[in-house]
Structures are given as C-alpha cells and as structure tokens.
C-alpha cells in the first residue's frame, strides 16, 4: 500500500525542470526498452482485476443474480460496510489526534510517543486478534472487529498525518492568527485542510487493509467479503461463488479510490513564494498535559500492550516445548527467504514505472500511474484466485512453484516500492546524468554511476517495507504456498485455527521482531519524504 | 556572506594557465538552421549561430525564448528536428550524423552547478579525468587554483559550499576534460545578487585566460553585456540580432531587442533625411532604414539635464536608488504657431520620459528642467 | 561528509548482503520443497511423493515419520481443506504433482472419484481394510474414522434435555443455544449424510433453520471452546476434538460431556476419511506403499496410541480405550459414494450458510 502516495504527491513541487524530453534517441515518453516493460508490468499487475471482470462476465447475469443478490451478501455487505464506517473515522481522530499532539505540542517524551504510536505497525492484525480473543474469548461481531482493526490499522493514519504535521509552515498559522483567528478556529480551518492529503490518504489505506483483512476476523467469527470468499475457496477451491464475491469486494475498492481522489482534491498544498520555511511551533498544554499522556498511554497499552502481553504469556504457558522441532527454523527461513526475494523482485518490477513518472512525465505515465494506483487496492485473496486459476489453467508449469508465490507479492507490494523509488529518483535530478553524459561517461554508465548510485538509499527503504509486507502477509501465501512450504504466518495460522495458541506464540514473536526493524524504517522515512 | 576568492596573483595579460593540447583542435562552433518542437509547440524556428575560436558569447533572451534549448542541442541532450550542428569542422548533429553527448567534448555547467552530492568537490572534478590516483590529485589542485579556490576544498562535499563556490567546482570539473567548448546555461541566476558579480568575474577570468570558446545562456541583460564578446539576442525561437555588446546595444535591430537589452526611451518621431524630429528635438540618426513616422530609440544616459536649453520639461515624480536616480520628466508641449495649419508630422511633445541621474536633490518632483540630447538615436518602423 | 560515506557504504553492503542472504534462504526453500522443485510440476527426486493431504497436520505428520523411518521414501505434504484439495485435484487433472490425497470426509474422495483421476486400490490394501470402509469401486479406501458428537455444557445442559435427533436442532426451541462450523468439510460431510438419509427437503429445512436459530464458529476446535465457556449450550463436532483435548490441558473441555445420538440417526453418522492413489501419479509404487502403510498395523496403531484420538478401520487395530467402541454406535449405513458435496455446497450457499 503507498503509505506517502498521497503525501508526496502534491508536496513535491513537479516542474524543477522546464525541460521535457528524452536525450537524443528514444520517444517522447522515455526511452523505447523502460516505456515497453512498463506497459508490460502494468498489463501483468491488472491480472487480478481483469479476471475478476472475465469471471463476472463469463457467469451471466442468471448466475451473478442467484450468488451476488442474495441476504448472505446482504449480510457480508452490511458487515463490511458497518467495519469500514465505523474504523475509518475512528482511525482517523485518533491518528490526528496521537499525531498533533505528538508534533504540535510540548507533550512530554513526544519523541518515545512518536514511536509508540507507529509500534503498533509491527503488529500483523491476525496476531493482534488472537490476543484479544485470548483475552476475552467471546470478543466478536462488528464491535469486536472495530476494536482490532482500529487498534491495528490507526498507525497508517497516524504517520503521514505527523510527518506532515512536523513539517508544516509556522507561517500560515501565523497568517490566521493574525487574521483573528483563536487557536481552536486555526486548528480547523487552517491546519486541518493541509492534514486532508496525508488524512484522505491514510483513511484509503485503513479502509483497504480491512478490505482485505482475513486473518484477524476469521480468529474473531466475524464475516466479511474476505472471511467469505477464503470459506468459499475451502469448499469450493475456485467456484463461481467465491469469484462473485471477489468481484463486489474489487467494487467496494474501486468506489474506495474513487472516494480518496476526490477527497484528495487538487489545491496545492506547500508555500507558495520565496523564503525558508522555520520550523513550527509548539503549542503549551498547561494542565492538558496530563490527559494527553493519559490518551496516548491508553492506546498504548491497548494496541501494543495487550497484544505483547498475551504472546508472552501464551509462550511462557507453552514453555520450552514450543520452540523445539525444526519447523519453526524452517518457517524462518522460509519467510526470510520469500521475503528477501520478494523485496528483490518487486523494486526490480517498480524501476521502469517509477524511472518514467520522474524523468518522463507524461500522459503514458499517467496511465501507467493510475494503472498501478487500481490494481495497487486489489486484496490479497482476489490476487491469489487470480493467479492460482490463470496458472492452472494456463500456465501449469509455473503453478504452485515459489514463482507466483513471488509474483504475488510482487503484485501487493510494489506501490511501497514504487513510493520510495519514485523519491529516491527524484533525489537525482536528470541534470545530474546529463552533467556526468556531458563528462563523457555513456548514458548507461551515467545512469548507474550517479542516478542508481543516488537512488539506492531510498530503493532499499523501499524494500525493506515490501519484505515487511512479505513477512505478515496471509491470504495469499495460503493460497499459492508451494508445496512443503511454511512461513511464519501460515504456521502461526494452522496453530490458533486449531486453538493451539501456545504452538502459535513462537510465530508471533518472531513475526514481531522480524516486522520491528521495518515499521522503524517506515517511521524514518515517512518523516523524511514530507520533507521532500 | 563574502566569498573568499584568492585573488589571482597574475596580471590579466599573462601566459594562459590552461594550454590547448595540441591534438585538440579548438575551432569554432557552427549551428545552421536548427529547429526543435516539443509537442506541437515550435520553441527554434530556425537558429544561425556561429561562434569563433576562443571566443565568449552570450545567447541572452526571456524565459521560453528557446535559449536553453539551444544550448541542450549543442550539448547533445536533445536532438534537433532539422539543421545542423558542426564542432570544429565535424558536423556532430543533423540528418547525416549524430553524435551522443558524451562523445562531443564539449563541457556543460548547469544552473544549480548540479555537483554529484555523494562525491566530495575532489572527486566531482576527477569523474571526467581518464586518470586516477596522484595524477589526478594533481590535476584537480591545478583546477580548483584556475578557479581560485584553495585545492584544500578537494575533500570537502558540495553541500558543505556556498552557491559560488558550488558554481566555480562545476566549471573546474567541465574543464578538467580540456572541452572544445564550454556551455554555461544561467549559471549565476541562483546565486545571490553580491555573490553574483563576483562569481561571473572570476569565471569570466578563468574563461578567458584558458582561452576556450565559451557559450553563455542568461536571460540578465547585464550579464550578457558584461560577459561576452558577442551577444546573440533571442526571441521567439530565432536569433534577434548577434553582434558586440557595444553595437547590439546603442543599435539594436528591433525595438523589442532596444527594451530587452536596457531600458528604451522609445518617442514618436518623423525623419527628414538623417534627421529625426521628436519631442526633444532633432536627433541625428545614421543609416536610418525608413523615412517618414517613426519610433526613435535613445538611451536614458543620452539625454542629460543642462541649463538653458530649449527642451523643457517637469520632473513627475523620481526613484531613488542611492548611486543614481530615475527621474521621470514630463516634456513640455511644443509650442504650436496659432497661425499655422496644424501640420501632423510634427511632434506634439507631453511624453513622458525616463532619465538618469546622479543627484536626487536636482531633480525633485516639480522641478522644471531643460533637456539635451548626446549620441546618436537608433529608428524603427512605425507601428501601433 | 560522514552520514554519506555511511550511508553509501551500508546502502552497498546492504544491497550485497540482501543477494547473499536471499540467495542461502532460496537454497534452503529450495532444498526443502525439494520434490516440488522451483521449476516443475513433479518432483525431482527419484522416490519422494507429495501427498495433499486434508487431515489434521499432526497425525499425518505422525503416519509420514514413521513412513519414512521404515522405507527411507520422502514425504512432502501439501496441507488444506477437503474441499479445497479435492477442487484443486480437478481442477489440476492429469497435470497435479500429487500422488496421494488424503481426506478427513469421504465427499471429497467421491468427488476427486468421480472425475477420473484415482487409480484403484491394490490388493494388500483391500485386504487390510473391511468393505465397510471403502466403496465397492475400491477406487480409494478409508484410513480412519469419527463420529459425529453433540458436545454439550454439562452445567447448563442435562441429560433430559439433550436433543435425541440432530434434525431436533432445528425447533425453535433450539434457537441461539446450539452451534457448528458450517464452513469445515467437517460439518459439510455431516450434512451430506443428512441429505443422503433425509433427502433434500428436509436438508434444505434443517439448514434454513440453522441459519437462523445456530451460532457460526470457525472451527470445530472454537465451537467446542465456546461450549465450554458457556456461550452456548452445545455443538455439532466430531468426537475426537474432546478426547484430543482431555488429553493435553483440559482446559477447553472440561465443561463439555458428549452425546451420541445412534438408533442410526444422520446425528450418529460416522465419517470416514479417504485415502486414494491419483492416476497421474509419477510415483505409483511409492505412493501405494504410503496407503499401505497407513492401512497397515503400523499406521493404525497409530490411532490407536497417538494423539488423534481417530478410530481405526483398517487391520484389525482396535480402538484407544477410552473411546466408545466402533460398533455401539449404531451408526446409520450410509454409502460413501453416494454423498455429494457440490450439492451440500450449493444447499448452504443457497440457506447463506456460505
């Protein structure tokens, strides 16, 4: 998911260089070879959604009636829809919250608070569940639901709200002040509007997680599309029910991006004039401070407390018994291995798309871009039907191979890749190749000596978060795992399906302490790409 | 902040630091014809330009004038649509031919210097060199000595360099690879406006005493005039008018060209003969390329304030900007004969002018003031 | 000057770092999905096979080691549901990888059947396993077997009130107090005997009923927790959920006594799970050998002594002790080829059970 695609985006001023076009061969667009693989790139990530549209189409409306129309979907849709209502805005207050008090504020340890906020990111949300359900096992339904996902998924809010927060013009809350505006009046009309990007782009990015979130529903007995379509794929391996229901979710999450870009609407967003910017102030709390760090330590507690309490607990139950067999080291290596290749693989993939769009802009990289931003939304278990009907059907000789397990991630995660090196290319300035062409090195030299040279920093960030992304990923990796194959999180998954929880807690902390590093980096680099 | 340049030791006359290699031929650049459309948009209509041996010249126009892309054909990051290119006697650009950048020998400093930032100044200048090791660091001493920055600077990063001395590193990195040419696009529009003259001084000097063919895009008049030996004035996608500094200003082709190049005090006028009849008299004019209603050009430092003369007017109103003041004066209306017929080509007067002065305190708002006119005044065609 | 050069030199090492670790990590993916291979569909290895197997992990895990603690044969598991295999298998045809599918129900066995894609069964193996645990095609054979239980909360729940036919779920008075896992093959090949033995009317009903009057777990393991909690009063599982439990902590089953409806009531049905050769199989001697095993002594002991608390159907293995014998269960006689699981599919799609 771009965790700064909405954030950057207008941030960064696009026209540095009046100049357009490529050097002297190659199209308009970019150069012939990036431009083709690009378009192929883009054709293979619409795989999900094209097949979604084939099936529907293929089913007839006699079908699609008698599976879509009916009070289970009613039901599936009222549950889905209750979820996403009700997490979102509460997703929203709260990563508004926790980020303006965190940046705007003398709060206390603000910088402990800034990284406590973000923890919960390390978290996989089916770990999260299997906690709460450990602590209150009757935990269910649409409240129980809200309760983990908002727990889990406020953090997407919360660090590009602050990461825009931290670097917003003093200036233009000095200007409503001085237009007579009281404090409260100038939080709203002033510095909310410059929250709507970095807010509408966090809301879209919770909304989508719970779209596509399995695991920690399934643990909870609370159906959504997703839950539904993976009981679908139970009994009926790809049957046409389990195809419509995955084509109102891809509905649902193409009126999601419609919502965001509409809300994300087009006024710009950085200062306009001359001048540096100085760094905001902060706000005194006086005797707010205290409920302030009371807020902000319950959440803690509930989204990273509870959660890292219960798998201690649940492993200090299961002892040393737990960690003996070598199952455990070979899920490790497993998902250390699908996820270095996945990481690898996928800012490979994002290159060409995220070369063209900064060198290149243009209305073929427009296309291209939106091309990415649809099928960047499709959820896990839509991408894996696709890809596990496509390879038995047409391209057997790649099915269940660790091939498409890869291209599956690849599909997921290449916005987070595609973000990073989209700033980190935009780092290196194609003055800087012409400087270098111009001191006679050969354009491909030029390319890798100074821009890839450049770009690096931010192409491995990039990586590092898909290889998160890899390390919790679920639906999928239960789908299209290859024989004989576990990760930490199937393994996790086939112990608390069977209420196994102490076999299930090595897992979860292992899958915690794999994702840690990561959700710092992504902490990291949220701040700096607001800067860009 | 003052930027701290060593002052060259050596007199402006003495032995060039940097001397040709021998097997490098350093002739002059030759564009014929050169045209380039981005998407439908013409920005070269048709450039002839040709620049000798050693010598400086300034492409100088407003933005979207097509300057930069001019200088990006030369490089050889853009193609041309039509026309050609020659370096040196080899025609590097056009139907038959074309030569990538980095084979052309030719050096390129951008607007922001665009200095590698994950290499120090020392290993900035060395990326272009064929050597490495001792050889190199000896090189790169020399150059950053040509640009009169201590060699200590090798090590530091370009982010730890002022805007000048970042432009000074990418004008030693250009040439270190001794180019036959040395293309300048805006360097000095980024700097502040000290630390500008200063720059563009000691470049100019570095320029001149290694003798290599340099092209200068700016679009600050000034600079163009200062700078170069020949200034090439271009608008709308062609070559105005190419000429010394001198003649393209007190003889600007166009009267676009007269208010680009500084400001035009532009009065209605009528010829007869050499003679061109206006508000402030008769002013001679050579060559004068039509007869009849015209436009005369004259230069603000032309016309001075004196005693007793004939030409009267009234100071409206002054700006003052300490070493000199602007002084906008309106013309007395020419006395009409009331006998007379009214004769239309005559000049009415009323105008109001722009001049310069070195005392505010003569020319306060209200002053009645008389006139004269030194020099030659330049005509164009009338039009509306 | 510092954080550049650092940066550049972890951004080099790192990157390099990244190509060797994830080069060691393939290798060891690689090495051990060995059979799968990373390129082709069946293995490379001479005498591995792959077995998609539906059953719990555990046991088959356990019938795996012993395998291959005695023939040397490597075992590569694919782990799933019934259904999910069983669809899978059809959907592969001749060009699946598996050579042995195993099942938990026999639905799916008679669906992957039904398709064409088992080879028979040998002779050592019919004569293992009694004809009233495999069907007369003999296509497949059984390897375990459960019985349907209603566990119930003994504290809110006496012996009186307990249903004596799993069709009385249905009556109103049921209503919130009973629960299942529709979502499980498990459940699904219960409602297949339903509908062999009751026909579709009286399925359909039973279901409808259960949309509105029945809880929803995931899992049998949940719902059994949740009786014991005393969410609910009692559940549809199979009884080995509540002897596996008693075994280890208790502690989900405590509450929880179980009730056997017999007088051969769809309620008493006892499930049998497949095991089956598939046609396409590149390793038939193998893959027989592995069915052999698991029908043989060594495999049904097993059942009998391990942790699955399954019956065993095969070589005259009795029981575990503490298990109510096979045959006082009064099991209804259901035949095996006859259940259908797309049609059971369909009726719970069509109640919104799915």
């Known amino acids: 998911m771009s965790f700064f695609q909405s954030t950057t985006a207008e941030l960064a001023p696009g026209s540095k260089s009046r100049r357009r076009a490529a050097g002297g061969r190659g199209t308009r667009s970019g150069p012939l070879a990036v431009v083709v693989l690009s378009i192929l790139i883009a054709a293979f990530s619409l795989l999900p959604l094209g097949y979604v549209v084939v099936m529907t189409g293929n089913a007839g409306w006699a079908t699609i009636q008698k599976l879509v129309f009916r009070p289970r979907v009613g039901e599936l849709l009222f549950n889905t829809l209750a979820l996403v209502l009700i997490t979102v805005p509460i997703c929203v207050v709260l990563g508004i919250a926790g980020a303006w008090l965190v940046e705007r504020t003398r709060l206390r340890g603000n910088k402990a608070w800034a990284v406590l906020l973000a923890a919960p990111l390390a978290i996989p949300a089916f770990v999260n569940s299997y906690a709460w359900v450990s602590a209150i096992p009757s935990l269910g339904g649409v409240w129980g639901g809200v309760l983990v996902s908002t727990l889990s998924y406020f953090p997407l809010v919360y660090i590009p709200v602050a990461a825009v927060l931290s670097r917003m013009d003093p200036a233009l809350e000095q200007s409503g002040a001085s237009l007579g505006l009281g404090p409260w009046q100038v939080f709203f009309r002033v510095v909310l509007p410059q929250l709507r990007l970095a807010a509408a782009g966090g809301a879209l990015l919770v909304s989508l997680h719970l779209l596509a979130e399995y695991g920690a529903f399934a643990m909870m007995q609370f159906d959504t599309f997703t839950t539904a379509i993976y009981d679908q794929f139970r009994s009926t391996f790809n049957g046409a029910a389990a195809n419509m229901l995955a084509s109102v979710l891809v509905l649902f999450c193409l009126l999601l991006l419609l919502g965001e870009s509409k809300t994300r609407g087009n006024a710009r967003y950085a200062r306009l004039g001359g001048g540096a910017q100085a760094n905001p102030k902060r706000l005194a709390l006086g005797w707010y401070q205290v409920p302030g760090q009371l807020f902000l330590a319950a959440l803690s507690v509930l989204a990273l407390g509870v959660p890292l309490f219960h798998v201690v607990r649940w492993l200090i139950a299961g002892g040393a018994a737990i960690w003996t067999g070598s199952a455990l080291v070979h899920a490790l290596l497993q998902t250390l291995g699908y996820g270095l290749a996945g990481a690898l693989m996928t800012t490979v993939l994002a290159f060409p798309l995220a070369y063209l769009v900064i060198r290149h802009p243009g209305p073929v990289t427009k296309v291209l871009e939106g091309v990415n931003y649809i099928s960047s939304s499709m959820p896990g278990i839509v991408v894996a039907l696709a890809l596990v009907t496509i390879t038995v059907h047409n391209v057997p000789a790649v099915y269940q191979t660790a091939v498409v397990l890869v291209a599956a991630y690849a599909l997921l995660f290449m916005p987070r890749a595609l973000v990073n090196l989209r700033a980190g290319l935009a780092q290196a300035p194609k003055e800087l190749d012409e400087a270098a062409q111009a001191l006679g090195k050969a354009p491909l030299v030029a390319f890798v000596k100074v821009t890839l040279r450049l770009s690096a920093p931010a192409a491995a960030g990039g990586a590092a978060l898909v290889f998160l992304g890899i390390v919790n990923e679920l639906t999928a990796t239960l789908l299209l795992a290859p024989n004989g194959t576990t990760t930490l999180a199937t393994e996790f998954w086939a112990f608390s399906s069977e209420i196994d929880y102490a076999g299930a807690a090595p897992y979860a902390l292992l899958m915690i302490l794999l994702s840690t590093p990561m959700t710092y980096l992504l902490f990291a680099q949220s701040k700096k790409a607001a800067g860009q | ?384 | 000057m510092k954080t550049w050069f650092n940066k550049t030199v972890l951004s080099r090492t790192a990157l390099s770092a990244i190509a060797g670790v994830s080069v060691l990590a393939l290798a060891a993916c690689g090495g051990s999905a060995a059979p799968a291979a990373s390129n082709g569909a069946s293995g490379s290895a001479t005498d591995a096979i792959v077995v998609y197997n539906a059953q719990h992990q555990e046991l088959t895990q356990a019938w795996v080691d012993a395998f291959t603690k005695e023939t040397g044969i490597k075992v590569t598991l694919r782990n799933g549901d019934d259904s999910e295999l069983s669809n899978q298998i059809v959907q592969e045809g001749a060009k699946s990888p598996a050579d042995v599918f195993l099942t938990e129900n026999s639905p799916a066995m008679t669906q992957v059947e039904n398709a064409g894609l088992f080879t028979g069964i040998s002779a050592k193996i019919q004569s293992q396993v009694p004809a009233a645990y495999r069907p007369s095609t003999n296509k497949w054979t059984g390897i375990a077997a459960r019985s349907t239980v209603f566990a119930y909360n003994t504290t809110k729940l006496t012996q009186a009130q307990l249903p004596k036919s799993i069709m009385d779920l249905a009556d109103p008075a049921w209503k919130g107090r009973w629960a299942a896992s529709p979502s499980g093959a498990d459940f699904q090949a219960i409602v297949s005997a339903m509908l062999e033995l009751k026909g579709e009317a009286a399925t359909s009903a039973w279901l409808k009923a259960m949309k509105a009057d029945a809880k929803v777990y995931k899992g049998n393991s949940t719902a059994m927790k949740a009786v014991n909690a005393g969410e609910i009063d009692g559940a549809i599982i199979y009884h080995y959920y509540w002897f596996g439990d008693q075994a280890k902590t208790g502690e989900n089953s405590k509450n929880v006594a179980l009730e056997y409806f017999k007088n051969e009531d769809p309620g008493a049905f006892v499930s049998v799970s497949g095991g089956g050769v598939l046609a396409s199989s590149k390793h038939q001697a193998n893959a027989e050998k592995f069915l052999e095993f698991i029908t043989g002594k060594a495999g049904q002991e097993i059942l009998q002594t391990g942790t699955s608390f399954e019956y065993p159907v095969a070589s005259e293995v009795a029981a575990n002790a503490k298990l109510v014998p096979l045959k006082d269960l009064q099991a209804p006689k259901v035949d095996a080829a006859k259940l259908n699981s797309q049609k059971v599919t369909d009726l719970m799609t069509a109640a919104g059970l799915l």
């Open chain 2, 1 to 384: 902040m003052t930027p701290t340049i060593r002052r060259a030791a050596k007199a402006p006359t003495a032995k060039p630091a940097f001397i040709p290699d021998p097997g490098h031929v350093t002739d002059h650049l030759l564009v014929s014809g050169a045209r380039k459309s981005f998407g439908g948009t013409e920005v070269l209509k048709g450039v002839d330009l040709t620049v000798a041996q050693g010598r400086t010249t300034a492409i100088v126009g407003a933005s979207g004038s097509g300057k930069t892309t001019l200088l990006r054909l030369i490089a050889g990051f853009e193609a041309a649509d039509a026309g050609t290119i020659s370096l040196a006697g080899v025609e590097v650009a056009g139907p038959a031919a074309w030569v990538p950048a980095h084979k052309r020998s030719v050096g390129y400093v951008a607007q922001d210097g665009a200095l590698f930032p994950h290499l120090s100044v020392g290993q900035n200048i060395e990326f272009g060199l064929p050597v490495r090791g001792r050889a190199a660091a000896a090189r790169v001493g020399e150059l950053l000595e040509m640009v009169s920055m201590d060699p200590s600077y090798a090590r530091r990063r370009p982010s730890q360099l002022s805007g000048g001395q970042q432009q000074r590193v990418a004008l030693a990195r250009a040439l270190a690879r001794r180019p036959q040419l040395m293309l300048l696009d805006e360097p000095f529009s980024a700097l502040d406006a000290g630390l500008r003259v200063a720059t563009r001084r000691t470049v100019s000097q570095t320029l001149s005493d290694a003798g290599v063919t340099t092209i200068l895009v700016t679009h600050d008049q000034a600079e163009a005039l200062s700078f170069a030996d020949q200034v090439a004035v271009m608008r709308d996608g062609k070559l105005a008018q190419i000429g010394s500094p001198f003649v393209v200003y007190t003889r600007p082709s166009d009267r676009a060209t007269a208010e680009f190049l500084g400001d035009a005090v532009i009065l209605e006028a009528w010829m007869e003969g050499s003679l061109a009849l206006c508000s402030l008299g008769g002013i001679p004019v050579r060559r004068p390329p039509v007869q009849g209603r015209v436009h005369l050009m004259l230069r603000p430092e032309q016309i001075r304030i004196t005693e007793g003369g004939s030409i009267r007017g009234r100071v409206v109103d002054t700006d003052y900007f300490g070493p000199e003041t602007t002084v906008r004066i309106q013309l007395a209306p020419i006395a009409v004969d009331p006998g007379k017929p009214v004769d239309p080509h005559q000049p009415v007067g009323g105008e109001v002018i722009n001049i310069r002065h070195w005392n505010a305190m003569l020319a306060r708002p209200g002053t009645e003031l008389s006139l004269k006119v030194v020099g030659e005044g330049v005509v164009f065609p009338w039009s509306e």
